[in-house]
């Protein structure tokens, strides 16, 4: 299976609500990774997870809270979000070992904060 | 300092077409990676291929070649005889050693018409 899944694929919350993205991979990978992607821009980097712990965090806000409950999940808890975090959030991941392992990337979560 | 540089934004081929896509990077690094990667519209990013820095042999799977430049700072990527499936964002992308950030190119879209 070489397969990322993300749910949901779309979703629409207002500036007060709490959501949350996930993502799951059965791959054995110990590296998952969330991005944001906007539109006609290549994806950025949000949070890396290496073996269930925090690696990276690119200095986002704390509205976005990442959690990484075992091996094969990965989400994004989000609250109080702005219009401008409007996006598509891509998770990956990869066998650790950093950059030379290419990553497998989901189908994304398409957010639209109103 | 790192970057990767796609200058074509956009690029309109007929079916059947050979079509090259260019990325220069810059590093001081000896040792880096160099990926390519396929966005269709379905928001996916797919590997295409990994190169090191140490590897300068060109590699062709199926349609797809590519073709490493270490002299001019290239890893370019020609599609053979392009078909509308090939229609997509094509991001080239370079990651160091001890470091799981991938720096992104901005992109090229590719359009192919039947």
């Known amino acids: 299976d070489t397969e990322v899944t993300q749910t949901p694929k779309h979703l629409v919350m207002g500036m007060t609500n709490k959501k949350s993205l996930k993502c799951e991979q059965h791959?054995?990978?110990?590296?998952m990774y969330w991005y944001k992607q906007k539109a006609k821009k290549p994806p950025e980097l949000m949070f890396v997870?290496?073996?269930?712990?925090?690696?990276i965090n690119e200095s986002v806000p704390s509205r976005f809270s990442p959690e990484c409950p075992n091996s094969s999940l990965l989400n994004l808890h989000l609250h109080a979000l702005q219009p401008e975090d409007s996006a598509l959030y891509l998770c990956?991941?990869?066998?650790?070992?950093?950059?030379?392992?290419?990553?497998?990337f989901g189908p994304g979560t398409r957010l639209t904060v109103l | 300092a790192q970057k990767v540089t796609q200058a074509q934004t956009e690029i309109s081929v007929v079916e059947k077409e050979d079509v090259t896509l260019d990325c220069v990077y810059e590093?001081?690094?000896?040792?880096?990676?160099l990926f390519w990667y396929k966005q269709p519209p379905s928001g996916e990013l797919v590997f295409l291929i990994r190169?090191?820095?140490?590897?300068?042999q060109n590699e062709i799977s199926g349609r797809y070649s590519w073709n490493f430049q270490k002299s001019t700072s290239s890893f370019n990527f020609t599609i053979t005889a392009s078909q509308v499936v090939d229609s997509a964002v094509y991001f080239c992308?370079?990651?160091?050693?001890?470091?799981?950030?991938?720096?992104f190119g901005t992109g090229t879209r590719l359009k192919v018409l039947a």
């Open positions: 590093t001081r690094d000896t040792t880096y990676y």
């Open positions: 990956a991941s990869s066998q650790p070992g950093e950059s030379h392992n290419e990553q497998f």
């Open positions: 997870y290496s073996y269930e712990k925090l690696s």
């Open positions: 992308a370079l990651s160091l050693t001890g470091t799981y950030k991938y720096i």
């Open positions: 190169r090191n820095s140490f590897d300068e």
């Open positions: 791959m054995g990978h110990r590296a």
